[in-house]
């Protein structure tokens, strides 16, 4: 079974300029979730789809972030415009079990894309 | 949410035993207590979870006294291949997935 990918492995960009990342969860999750880790800093959360609906996107910095999950199979996260300090590692991860289950469902985490914003 | 405390890193040697200890005084009655590795360039992975007593599998085990205030993490026989970063998360099973990482316990394994 193909794990979470994501595409591409390394972006680097101007300042200013725009930048989609992608990710193919396991198939048949139906959670998928971003998160990233600037540079020094833990990993954050971002937000979480259940499938295309976003449940929770408490994480999201601020609106030069966008993303999108439709269809409810693979998703972007877009960075428009980007900035310095939005440079790190965007990690997605994608899990089967929905939001009454229990106990904290594991979730399968991609390799990352790491962002450079110059 | 619960915080969580471990050690920033340890050094262990091939073939020893390696116990990361996580503490989490304030843990919720419906937390459950979570193991993720992290090898460099790599996500992380899940390791073990539980909620209490000692929990076992293929890779490690799980230690939870019975006030859960704190966890550890058991290694057994480690390699060189084993090193990485340990995360300890503690959430509750209703709260939706999201996973709230601390700063990790870098542990580095030596020949």
């Known amino acids: 079974e193909a794990g979470v990918t994501q595409f591409p492995s390394h972006s680097v960009i101007e300042k200013g300029q725009t930048v989609t990342l992608r990710c193919d969860p396991i198939?048949?999750?139906?959670?998928l979730y971003w998160y990233r880790r600037v540079m020094g800093k833990e990993i954050k959360f971002l937000l979480h789809f259940v499938k295309e609906s976003k449940q929770d996107e408490s994480g999201m910095p601020n609106n030069r972030f966008l993303a999108e999950r439709t269809g409810g199979t693979y998703s972007t996260l877009k960075v428009q415009p980007a900035e310095l300090e939005d440079s790190g590692v965007y990690f997605c991860a994608s899990s089967t079990v929905g939001l009454a289950a229990a106990p904290q469902d594991t979730q399968y985490f991609g390799p990352g894309t790491r962002l450079t914003v110059l | 949410l619960a915080k969580t405390t471990q050690p920033i890193s340890m050094d262990s040697y091939e073939g020893q035993e390696v116990n990361i200890t996580c503490s989490h005084n304030n843990i919720a009655t419906n937390d459950y207590i979570t193991w993720y590795q992290q090898f460099p360039s790599q996500g992380p992975r899940f390791i073990i979870q539980?909620?209490?007593t000692k929990v076992t599998n293929e890779v490690a085990s799980l230690f939870i006294p019975a006030d859960r205030k704190s966890s550890t993490l058991s290694l057994p026989r480690v390699s060189l291949s084993d090193t990485a970063v340990y995360y300890c998360l503690v959430a509750p099973y209703n709260q939706g997935g999201k996973l709230i990482f601390g700063q990790g316990t870098e542990l580095s394994v030596k020949p």
């Open positions: 198939s048949g999750h139906d959670n």
């Open positions: 539980g909620y209490k």
